[in-house]
């Protein structure tokens, strides 16, 4: 039992949708019109705002000094912003405790039963069983005796609240001010802002016409809008549901919506005013793995709307329960900042969207502390156009003695996009990213810092591939003795210029632009090409040219068909005074998506990225988009694409 007891006790909490704050209301009758005023306007606040992490640590702010003011001692409970009663008849006493029922039931979702004989209270969930004995201030947890005093509250009257324990038993992240405010959250909630773009999982993928800017009421301040009839934005996520929040208003028409390619629900965006960041559509209860949300315009609109717009602001991502990032909502330290609104703890608060940024200098660090000694064996890495070329993942138990610190991954070839890093497991409570080279002249960034613990990979029971490499490109390439299914070449004598296998039916097709760019032939590309049996030419020895485009936001597309039958294709790219995305998805979403970045600040770097895939089902498209990301030379810089093979 008390091997059990470690393990609970070393589960606590990582964070949710639930939001429980807990506050003492006046019984003062001096100025209580006035008081009564002020919290009530407090309280719709907080329900309005409860999924904005810093607004809603402000609200809380003002209801504790609202309750300083006022000398507060009774208790007022909100769960997920509304409030619920907790008055005497909803709150049991004994002994030095207080147990307030319904936050316990309705934010934990636990069975509460309470012995009126014998005064003990019994609280249950998911196989664990805590048992509160209020005479003698004892707890047990699954019969396993601990002190109450490593775990519980004061209420500031020497009453302790043992809600703090519960929830961390629970497994539910738990923040206590020193003035009896208790917040606490669900685990496996994530929140995306609009602004976190590309295609990988809880990012928004625009395709089509999309515009960004600001809006004062929107979530995080900012949105996305179109009114271009079948524009559409996608977003890959890993859970068991989803939810959209944007913009109704009278200029606003009728979007389509769907989960993983099946039928499409269509959701009005009207409404005679206009309001923010409202909750538009609701997925129902997904099987835990690998889904897509995607929201198409329409073009239609109801008879009362004047236009056709949708706009976006966010989704609530529910994901795997039973997985948790241990580094979620955890204390962290890094070396520096680059603004106040750029700080550490907003590389592991859960929304895609925030970020810590650091100075433009080498090296930089950024350590979580997990609480405890954890057992891990892997860290999740989504980063920031400011990406680290060269770091090392390290461990600690010790953070006092800087020679603690035991690497347990390095790399000198980073380049952006997500890092998930796994590694012999480890028995460690810091966990860092050390940062040696930056990948820019920016500093290091990170949308979001991950940990897991050994096993913490979700499982899904039936899915497709995708697995991806980058690497330096070759001196020369045969085409036709590694594209043994199909092969193309782009630009041999002109930026019309599209060479492929001849005999065979076309796998990788001819590229598609996209943005405005005007594509421009290349003649002195480093990597040289050969190939017989092709069409139209039928061979050509060691020719360096390609095709190229500058200008940010624009690239090239090309599709291959994909099926049950693993196959491999080779891309062959290159950045010249630019920074180029390579993305890659498979249509059905049934493997997350590839992302990776070819990064040159001046001269010329070529790459080829090997792509293994399979979809879940036939008759399924690999999509490969090459965009450019920053062009670090105006009117020079460019990406190129030069050649791809299929095996």
């Known amino acids: 039992m008390k091997k059990l007891l470690c393990v609970l006790v070393s589960l606590f909490i990582l964070l949710s949708s639930s939001v429980v704050t807990v506050y003492a209301e006046s019984n003062h009758n001096d100025s209580m019109k006035n008081k009564d005023a002020k919290a009530n306007y407090l309280k719709s606040q907080l329900k309005k705002y409860y999924t904005y992490g810093e607004k809603r640590k402000d609200l809380i702010k003002q209801i504790i000094e609202l309750k300083k003011k006022y000398g507060d001692n009774s208790i007022t409970v909100f769960v997920d912003g509304e409030e ?117 999982n809880n990012q928004f993928e625009y395709v089509g016409s999309w515009n960004y800017g600001a809006e004062a009421n929107a979530y995080m301040k900012d949105n996305h809008w179109s009114l271009s009839p079948d524009a559409f934005f996608q977003v890959r996520f890993n859970g068991t549901q989803i939810k959209l929040y944007g913009a109704k208003a009278p200029t606003h028409g009728i979007a389509a919506v769907s989960i993983d390619g099946g039928a499409e629900t269509f959701v009005d965006y009207y409404a005679a005013t206009r309001t923010d960041d409202t909750l538009l559509y609701t997925s129902q209860a997904l099987a835990d793995g690998q889904h897509t949300l995607r929201v198409r315009v329409t073009g239609a609109k109801n008879s009362s709307s004047s236009n056709y717009f949708i706009t976006t602001d966010r989704v609530d991502v529910t994901e795997n329960s039973l997985i948790s990032n241990l580094a979620l909502g955890k204390p962290v330290v890094s070396s520096s900042i680059y603004s106040v609104d750029m700080s550490a703890d907003k590389a592991v608060d859960g929304i895609v969207g925030t970020r810590w940024s650091s100075l433009s200098s080498d090296p930089q660090w950024i350590y979580v502390d997990l609480g405890s000694k954890k057992n891990i064996s892997r860290v999740k890495l989504n980063w920031e156009a400011a990406y680290g070329k060269e770091y090392k993942i390290q461990v600690s138990n010790n953070v006092c003695n800087v020679n603690s610190w035991k690497d347990v991954y390095s790399t000198v070839a980073g380049d952006g996009g997500i890092d998930d890093i796994t590694f012999a497991a480890v028995d460690a409570r810091y966990v860092r990213m050390y940062g040696i080279k930056r990948g820019s002249q920016l500093g290091y960034s990170l949308w979001e810092f991950e940990v897991y613990s050994k096993g913490g990979t979700p499982s899904i029971p039936s899915i497709g591939m995708l697995a991806g490499s980058a690497s330096v490109a070759p001196a020369g390439v045969n085409l036709s003795t590694e594209g043994t299914l199909d092969w193309v070449h782009w630009g041999l004598t002109d930026a019309s210029g599209f060479n492929r296998k001849s005999g065979t039916i076309q796998q990788i097709s001819n590229y598609t632009k996209i943005g405005n760019g005007n594509i421009a032939w290349l003649s002195t590309n480093p990597v040289l090409y050969s190939w017989t049996g092709g069409s139209p030419i039928t061979s050509t020895v060691n020719t360096i040219s390609s095709v190229y485009l500058t200008g940010v936001g624009n690239g090239f597309q090309i599709t291959v068909p994909a099926d049950t039958t693993q196959k491999t294709l080779k891309v062959y790219v290159g950045a010249w005074a630019a920074k180029g995305k390579f993305e890659a998805a498979l249509s059905d979403g049934s493997a997350s998506p590839f992302v990776k970045y070819v990064d040159s600040s001046s001269g010329i770097t070529c790459k080829v990225f090997t792509l293994s895939f399979k979809a879940l089902t036939s008759g399924q498209t690999l999509t490969v988009k090459y965009i450019s990301d920053i062009i670090y030379t105006p009117n020079f810089g460019n990406i190129s694409l030069q050649a791809a093979t299929l095996y």
């Open 84 to 200: 619920v009663e907790c008055d005497d008849l909803h709150v049991i006493k004994g002994g030095r405790m207080l147990i307030p029922i319904s936050p316990i039931a309705k934010a934990l979702g636990a069975e509460v039963k309470w012995d009126r004989k014998t005064g003990d209270v019994t609280i249950i969930k998911d196989g664990i069983t805590i048992v509160l004995r209020l005479g003698s201030n004892v707890i047990t947890v699954n019969g396993v005796k601990v002190k109450l005093d490593d775990y519980v509250q004061s209420n500031g009257k020497r009453t302790m609240v043992p809600i703090s324990f519960i929830s961390k038993i629970l497994k539910h992240k738990i923040i206590i001010d020193g003035s009896g405010v208790i917040d606490i959250e669900k685990d496996n909630l994530v929140t995306v802002n609009d602004s976190a773009t590309g295609a990988g």
